[in-house]
């Protein structure tokens, strides 16, 4: 059978424009003799909230967008994700996802609300074929569907750190049933969700082939009976198929070894490579900023690992002709974080520009001298130089239309460690779902080719240089024990007592515990965060909600 597997970038909500992508990954399935097209869970939807007109809008336009494509296939089939909606026994609406099939023949009425791994059967001419919605429970679910020639499985999920257990899963499956799998993941972001794309096909053999993270319209198109006889006879060099592998995450120093030596024990699984999580940070930029047609980002460079990393990020998504760093210096700012920062931007080839915040700063504390009269300077000065840099962010912002990138990280959001309408502005959170070490390691690994993030940024001890000699250690523990108790807190979970048999030590525990929790309210005013791990901040499911805006 000649099948393809789409990922077409997607808006949720926007039926028109994901129709259109459809249309066009269909044209070049049927241009190559495609029997079956494969599109992911709601393909035209995508994940949404809503009120109830607003829901019953969409699946009008969804079932007109649907009967407009049938038109358009001919003979070949297509097997969609589609979303229904019921009312509940107390009156309110639930959102369900089904399994939609354009011109192929289902074995029996696919019922509306398809429960997660559960198998149903539709035939392709004469060939039957599995179907089910992933889940990460797949591979406990019996196979209701043992003389299928090939199996389909649909999704949307978000990307994560632990991204490589699917592929594992996937490929024991096929192992195990000794079938071929047509994997249909969403590409692109959902919200501030970067999703899974890599949509593949994966041969009982372990090998596939995949379309990668990114969204596109061209389809991974593949016949099963020569791959089979392909894998069967001839070599891997033979196969048009790539082999799949594996890596461990390395642990790139010790502030992301706990985190690792932690993910492998309680999980018994290997997180992502540092390439793989710039990849999918680099999609998630692009894709956000496409998503809300904006081109343009300015940022603050603070001769810091954060920054430093999130403009190498922005740069790669964006091109350095549309990313504009600016140095805010102060008193208490080195003279090496300037020249690390002016040496950062030469290195991306992005453009910067100067503005000492001391002026603004000075006439801030006149306006309130007043007020505090004469009580000692305290964190409340350090917070109007944070606020001023935000001032005179949003000022650019505004006049040059470019949109203010948040360079705050996971460890510092957990904690507190950040000012309120300061460093927490901007309209995207960057490497809000990184802990520090994992920031670290990337910024090596950006740097395994040539030089992008200036040596002395990695090595030099963070600070946020609000008063002399400041450094990140004097409020908070070393971010390698800090991270591992955020870990074991935030992703797993744990209760504080458990820390210290984890190496935490319990008066750290009882500090880290507190301080999560205090800041929980801070944690609120934080800008969307670019969501890649299990259990990031803020709303973690990447459904959009239907606000009246221009989709409807």
């Known amino acids: 059978m000649r099948i393809g597997v789409a990922q077409p970038r997607h808006k949720p909500g926007d039926v028109e424009f994901n129709r259109l992508q459809m249309l066009e990954a269909a044209n070049l399935a049927q241009e190559n003799g495609c029997e079956l097209l494969i599109f992911p869970r709601r393909a035209l939807t995508g994940r949404i909230t809503g009120s109830e007109p607003q829901l019953h809008k969409l699946m009008e336009m969804q079932e007109q967008a649907l009967l407009w494509l049938s038109e358009y296939l001919g003979t070949m089939a297509v097997c969609l994700g589609t979303m229904g909606i019921r009312k509940q026994g107390n009156g309110e609406l639930s959102i369900n996802d089904c399994i939609t099939l354009l011109n192929g023949r289902p074995e029996e009425d696919l019922p509306p609300a398809q429960p997660y791994g559960v198998w149903q059967g539709f035939y392709v001419g004469e060939k039957k074929v599995g179907v089910c919605l992933y889940n990460h429970a797949l591979l406990g679910k019996e196979l209701s ?45 959902a919200g501030s969700r970067v999703l899974m794309g890599n949509s593949s096909i994966l041969l009982p053999t372990g090998r596939f082939q995949t379309l990668g993270l990114s969204p596109s319209t061209t389809p991974l198109i593949l016949d099963t009976e020569d791959l089979q006889r392909s894998d069967s006879e001839g070599s891997e060099n033979d196969s048009p198929l790539n082999s799949s592998t594996i890596q461990p995450l390395p642990t790139n120093g010790e502030d992301s070894a706990p985190l690792a030596q932690e993910s492998a024990a309680h999980h018994g699984q290997e997180d992502a490579q540092p390439q793989h999580l710039v990849e999918a940070l680099e999609v998630g930029i692009r894709e956000w900023f496409y998503s809300n047609r904006l081109t343009r980002a300015v940022l603050g460079l603070s001769g810091g690992i954060d920054s430093a990393l999130v403009a190498a990020l922005a740069q790669r998504a964006l091109g350095a002709e549309n990313v504009l760093g600016v140095l805010l210096p102060s008193r208490y700012t080195s003279q090496q ?120 940024i990695i090595n030099r001890p963070p600070t946020a240089e609000l008063r002399p000699d400041q450094t990140d250690q004097d409020s908070l523990p070393p971010y390698s024990v800090l991270d591992h108790a955020l870990y074991l807190l935030v992703d797993l979970g744990l209760p504080t007592a458990q820390l210290p048999e984890h190496g935490i030590p319990q008066e750290t525990a009882e500090q880290v515990q507190k301080l999560v929790r205090q800041s929980a309210y801070k944690r609120e005013q934080m800008p969307p965060i670019l969501k890649i791990s299990n259990n990031p901040f803020g709303k973690a499911n990447g459904e959009i909600d239907l606000k009246g805006g221009w989709v409807l």
């Open 145 to 189: 569907t043992p003389e299928a020639e090939l199996l389909v499985v649909l999704t949307e999920d978000g990307w994560t750190t632990s991204y490589p257990t699917v592929w594992a899963k996937l490929s024991a499956l096929a192992t195990t049933a000794k079938k071929t799998i047509a994997f249909a993941s969403g590409a692109g972001i």
């Open 337 to 456: 974080s300037v020249d690390d920062a002016l040496q950062l931007a030469q290195n991306l080839g992005i453009e910067t520009k100067t503005i000492p915040i001391d002026p603004v700063c000075k006439q801030a504390e006149q306006a309130l001298s007043p007020i505090f009269g004469a009580m000692p300077a305290d964190t409340t000065e350090e917070n109007i130089q944070a606020r001023a840099r935000a001032l005179l962010l949003m000022g650019i912002s505004n006049k040059l239309g470019h949109v203010l990138l948040n360079t705050s990280n996971k460890s510092e959001a957990a904690v507190g460690y950040s000012t309120m309408y300061g460093d927490m502005c901007g309209v995207l959170a960057v490497i809000g779902d990184l802990y520090k070490g994992q920031i670290y390691a990337l910024a090596r690994w950006l740097n395994m080719e040539k030089t992008v993030i200036p040596e002395q």
